[in-house]
């Protein structure tokens, strides 16, 4: 049991670049969300999943794109690359019920883009 | 606009004293985070509070949820230098999985 695993775990980009981010997780889970935390900021949420073939915006959505395509993946996308997506990137999942709920969080990706 | 903000930003403690931090949010919710980071680390879930009047304990750490007041407190006893680190609390403001976090409390003790 691996719990949540993210790929890569540092990159850096040039300006314009695409690449994909890869949250995987095997606690059939099914919520699925994507974070960036800045310095001195806490985590704002990009994008989440509420389940297999579901996405939903955050509050930062902006300049990224997600899918869902299996229940254990989520990923996130940056078609093109812009310094301000410089940032530390972190993919949680969660079991949410009415009495009990355990979040679990990947170990990040530091992304910096030139 | 929706908010969560924790007081203080950072605080200093000394070992073996007692300490509150207060984490309160700006519309009703009934679903209150509390996570450790430590520095370069992912988010450790701490407690998870589910409902008005919850109070959760692990260890030297309490947290208690009053929804009435939009307030949670992380009460520290005796705290010891393990414990430094930053802390954030989330809420799920909108009842449907998105977290708003707060910016976080650093905390650090000293002998």
């Known amino acids: 049991n691996a719990g949540v695993t993210q790929t890569p775990k540092f990159r850096v980009l040039k300006t314009g670049q695409s690449m994909t981010l890869l949250c995987a997780q095997d606690?059939?889970?099914?919520?699925m969300y994507w974070y960036r935390q800045d310095p001195g900021m806490g985590l704002r949420l990009i994008h989440y999943?509420?389940?297999?073939?579901?996405?939903a915006k955050g509050e930062v959505p902006d300049g990224y794109n997600v899918s869902r395509l299996k229940k254990q993946n989520f990923l996130l996308g940056l078609e093109s690359a812009a310094p301000s997506q410089t940032s530390v990137y972190f993919c949680?999942?969660?079991?949410?019920?009415?009495?009990?709920?355990?979040?679990?969080f990947g170990p990040g990706t530091r992304l910096l883009v030139l | 606009e929706l908010k969560v903000e924790q007081n203080p930003l950072f605080l200093s403690m000394q070992e073996g004293k007692n300490y509150t931090i207060y984490c309160n949010y700006s519309?009703?919710?009934?679903?209150l985070y509390w996570y450790r980071q430590d520095p370069g680390k992912s988010l450790e879930s701490l407690f998870v509070?589910?409902?008005?009047?919850a109070v959760k304990q692990e260890g030297r750490l309490m947290a208690s949820l009053d929804t009435k007041a939009r307030l949670s407190t992380l009460h520290i006893t005796a705290a010891v230098h393990d414990l430094s680190a930053t802390y954030f609390c989330?809420?799920?403001?909108?009842?449907?999985?998105?977290?708003?976090f707060g910016k976080g409390i650093t905390l650090s003790v000293r002998p």
């Open positions: 949680a999942s969660t079991v949410r019920g009415r009495q009990t709920e355990t979040q679990y």
């Open positions: 606690m059939n889970h099914e919520y």
């Open positions: 999943s509420v389940g297999e073939g579901t996405t």
């Open positions: 519309t009703t919710s009934d679903r």
């Open positions: 509070l589910l409902s008005n009047g």
């Open positions: 989330a809420v799920d403001l909108e009842a449907n999985s998105k977290l708003t």
